[in-house]
């Protein structure tokens, strides 16, 4: 299971073989292909939120509504819950988007509402959050393509050792040469 806090579609692989993103069939008969149960804000229907029966609801809502102002002001000002939040929740929240929000509690609830309002107030902290999501959703593209680039060697490597694959066919699938693969992923000391 896997629980996606994104404020952006979802747009991993969903299961082992489209980690490894190749189509030789003979790679793939050896890699179970396990696919993943994604819950991600942005794919939840706004009617399906009710059937969440804790916080999470309200964080996943909030998420999926920020990017939209017009959307969030009608989400803080007409849903009763984000004017008595948890603050834990709120915390949450502001962990989660980077907002930097000051929760003020009274009679153990938090007004998300007045929150934004004082969040928004301020030109400047709109500006950096927007540079700082510009700059997430870089980043998290940039760290996803690296990671899946890591594993799948680390698969390919795993093959190589128990004589699955050749050395030369472990490259050809990495789509590097020989002496590439070898250098990039350390096998030259398990060759000796």
């Not at 998420?63 to 002001?73: C, F, L, R, V």
């Not at 502001?94 to 000051?102: A, E, V």
């Not at 690296?146 to 795993?158: C, H, K, N, P, T």
Request: charged residues 30%; aromatic residues 6%; proline residues 3%.
């Amino acid at each position: 299971m896997v629980l996606y806090f994104g404020a952006s579609e979802w747009d991993g692989p969903m299961s082992i073989h489209e980690m490894l993103n190749t189509q030789n069939q003979r790679l793939l008969d050896f890699v179970p292909d396990y696919r993943i149960n994604l819950i991600a804000p942005m794919q939840v229907p706004d009617e399906d939120f009710e059937k969440f029966r804790t916080d999470l609801r309200d964080v996943m809502q909030f998420i999926k509504a920020s990017n939209d102002q017009e959307k969030m002001e009608r989400l803080t000002t007409d849903n009763e819950r984000f004017q008595q939040m948890t603050p834990d929740a709120a915390e949450l929240i502001n962990l989660l988007t980077d907002s930097k929000m000051h929760l003020t509690v009274k009679e153990g609830t938090v007004n998300m509402c007045l929150a934004i309002q004082q969040m928004m107030e301020s030109s400047k902290a709109a500006g950096v959050l927007e540079g700082r999501a510009e700059g997430k959703a870089e980043g998290r593209v940039e760290g996803k393509a690296e990671g899946i680039a890591e594993g799948r060697l680390e698969v390919l490597v795993s093959l190589w050792k128990k004589n699955r694959l050749t050395l030369q066919e472990a490259a050809e699938e990495a789509e590097m040469t020989v002496d590439e693969f070898v250098n990039k992923t350390g096998v030259k000391s398990l060759m000796n």
